[in-house]
């Protein structure tokens, strides 16, 4: 129950964060991962590496998983709660 907790807590931080940037983003049930679409249907490596170069926020690239990847990210929800926050802060900060 105290991880279920836990990782409810930094799924919901993602998918908070995610919204309030107006980027379409499915509340996951049970995993590690949130996987959301690239906003604006855009490659998903520019994305990344969009993201770590600009925010310094690591995403992986949905291609990395496939061709019907693309289009796609993944956010792994395996850091503590507070640097997840962090990491959602810098993306409000990028120009979208």
């Known amino acids: 129950e105290r991880y279920r907790k836990t990782y409810q807590?930094?799924?919901?931080?993602?998918?908070?964060?995610?919204?309030?940037?107006?980027?379409?983003?499915?509340?996951p049930r049970a995993t590690f991962f949130v996987w959301a679409p690239v906003p604006a249907g855009g490659d998903s490596r520019a994305?990344?590496?969009?993201?770590?170069?600009?925010?310094?926020?690591v995403?992986?690239?949905?291609?990395?998983?496939?061709?019907?990847?693309?289009?796609?990210?993944?956010?792994?929800?395996t850091l503590g709660a507070d640097r997840i926050a962090e990491a959602m802060e810098r993306l409000q900060k990028l120009a979208w």
């Not at 807590?9 to 509340?27: A, K, N, S």
């Not at 994305?47 to 926020?57: K, M, N, P, Q």
């Open 9 to 27: 807590e930094r799924r919901d931080i993602v998918v908070q964060g995610l919204r309030t940037l107006g980027w379409e983003v499915d509340v």
């Open 59 to 77: 995403v992986t690239p949905g291609v990395g998983f496939g061709p019907s990847g693309e289009g796609f990210y993944r956010v792994a929800l």
């Open 47 to 57: 994305f990344a590496t969009r993201l770590l170069e600009e925010a310094g926020v």
